[in-house]
């Protein structure tokens, strides 16, 4: 049976009306990463990291999957005599809305919350106050389940095994600059996997794709997954 591995970035969800990172216009155009997204910013101040996230999750909540996120579940559904691993950087839940049941999310998930003394992980429901007690243990020290620059990606074991293994690596919408995303597709092809890139421009890391589908990922991605053998 083959391998497909599957890795996607802020570039899917751009067409359900969510912001990029890098791009012009981009989420980090208004915020410092380091103040927001980096474990140095959580500690000199959590209550503006948490306010960026509870303004940042009513936005991921309301938007709806795109044909890219339906054309990764349909193939995942329809292609039973392949192995499908879809790991994503997002943390919004596009692919789970659009039917998707096995997501990795190595960057973490915008509906979660991690207690720093007791590493409990749990749902969180509209805002989160930096004060609020631990739901287990009770300690006032809760970050958003998100992985911040300094920390380390979730699940790396379990993705290392799936990258030595892949047949079909194939990376969407992400710019090929936040190791060790970036790197992945260089581990698969060392491992002889064949390697795609959809994404509206070039990667930082094009170097290592066989194949650069160039464009917008709804439409480029669903013929390409109905047509893979
Ligand atoms: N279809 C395909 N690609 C697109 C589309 C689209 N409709 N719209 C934008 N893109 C591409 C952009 O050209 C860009 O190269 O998606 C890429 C998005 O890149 P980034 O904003 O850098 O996002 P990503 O690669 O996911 O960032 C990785 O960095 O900031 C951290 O933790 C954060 O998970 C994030 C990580």
Redesign the pocket.
């Known amino acids: 049976m083959k391998n497909i591995f599957i890795l ?5 969800s ?2 359900s009306g969510l912001k ?4 012009s216009d ?3 155009e208004n915020y410092r ?1 380091e103040d927001v ?1 980096s474990i140095e910013g959580f500690e000199k101040n959590p209550k503006l990291v948490h306010e960026f996230y509870n303004m940042l999750r009513p936005m991921l909540e309301k938007a709806e999957p795109n044909a ?1 996120h339906f054309a990764i579940s349909d193939f995942e559904r329809h292609r039973p005599d392949l192995n499908v691993f879809l790991v994503t ?3 919004d839940l596009l692919h789970e809305k659009a039917g998707s049941k096995n997501v990795w999310h190595m ?1 973490g998930r915008i509906d979660e919350c991690v207690c720093l003394k007791c590493s409990h992980i749990f749902k969180t429901l509209g805002d989160v106050d930096f004060q609020m007690p631990c739901p287990k243990c009770g300690a006032k020290n809760l970050k958003p389940n ?2 911040f ?1 300094g920390e380390m990606p979730m699940f790396m074991e379990k993705i290392n095994q799936q990258l030595a293994g892949c047949d079909v690596f194939v990376a ?7 190791y060790p ?2 790197g992945f597709v260089q581990v698969a092809k060392y491992y002889g996997a064949k390697t795609y890139l ?4 070039s ?1 930082r890391n094009n170097f290592y794709f066989d194949h650069q589908i160039t ?4 439409e ?1 991605l669903p013929d390409f997954l109905k047509n893979l053998s």
Not at 20 to 23: C, E, L, Q
Not at 198 to 201: D, H, Q, S, V
């Open positions: 996607t970035g802020a570039g899917i751009a067409e990029t990172f890098r791009d981009g989420l980090w990463v997204a890219a950087q997002n943390v960057h998100i992985i620059f969407v919408g992400t710019s090929g600059v936040v995303a970036a959809f994404n509206l421009e990667a464009g917008k990922a709804s480029t």
